[in-house]
T-cell receptor, first 108, second 118 residues
Framework: DAKTTQPTSMDCAEGRAANLPCNHS???????VYWYRQIHSQGPQYIIH???NNETNEMASLIITEDRKSSTLILPHATLRDTAVYYC?????????FGAGTILRVKS | GAVVSQHPSWVICKSGTSVKIECRSL??????MFWYRQFPKQSLMLMAT?????????EQGVEKDKFLINHASLTLSTLTVTSAHPEDSSFYIC??????????????FGPGTRLTVT
């Protein structure tokens, strides 16, 4: 499985953009990058996914480098409710293998 | 987005008894469902993958006789923890895969079930 590396934690000011990096240097050509988040004691919530092009939806933007070895999830205007653990996952077949993720703390 | 429910949301049982957890996809058909376990302050660990109408595939180290999985329909999968012990106390989460032809599949997660074995 392609592994991912994320910072353990990050802080972000409310109303500012939150940029969460992820390294996935061993990703294969047909493997997608997925982002999920988990708020305390809840199931993970799907955010976004991509293959090689940048993607945007109502929640976030996903920027994938041209060599696909890293990506960045961008929450354009972080709110207190965005405080959660964010998981960057390279999907292996149909399996999602969760790493430790990044604890994002949005502060007022 | 697609909705996945779990029942019950929490359960307390005595050691040696069995507990059944249900996972339902409410507004889509899920060919594949997944079961995860999460201990406090840890990440999710995949336990098994179940496909409708066939036997589940268990991850290495997960006892299939202890964690019985049944995927009887395209909207329902159940996980039964047999002869539960305190070390089985955990947060159990299911997910369901909504597949569309020529698209990458998205997995949607249930809210989780907190199991406490006394």
């Amino acid at each position: 499985d392609a592994k991912t590396t994320q910072p353990t934690s990050m802080d972000c000011a409310e109303g500012r953009a939150a940029n969460l990096p992820c390294n996935h240097s061993t990703i294969s050509g047909n493997e997608y990058v997925y982002w999920y988040r988990q708020i305390h004691s809840q199931g993970p919530q799907y955010i976004i996914h991509g293959l090689k092009n940048n993607e945007t939806n109502e929640m976030a933007s996903l920027i994938i480098t041209e060599d696909r070895k890293s990506s960045t999830l961008i929450l354009p205007h972080a709110t207190l409710r965005d405080t959660a653990v964010y998981y960057c996952i390279v999907k292996y077949g149909n399996k999602l293998v969760f790493g430790a993720g990044t604890i994002l703390r949005v502060k007022s | 987005g697609a909705v996945v429910s779990q029942h019950p949301s929490w359960v307390i049982c005595k050691s040696g008894t069995s507990v059944k957890i249900e996972c339902r996809s409410l507004d889509f058909q899920a060919t594949t469902m997944f079961w995860y376990r999460q201990f406090p302050k840890q990440s999710l660990m995949l336990m098994a993958t179940s496909n409708e109408g066939s036997k589940a595939t268990y991850e290495q180290g997960v006892e299939k006789d202890k964690f019985l999985i049944n995927h009887a329909s395209l909207t329902l999968s159940t996980l039964t923890v047999t002869s539960a012990h305190p070390e089985d106390s955990s947060f159990y989460i299911c997910s369901a895969e909504e597949g569309q032809f020529f698209r990458s599949y998205e997995q949607y997660f249930g809210p989780g079930t907190r199991l406490t074995v006394t």
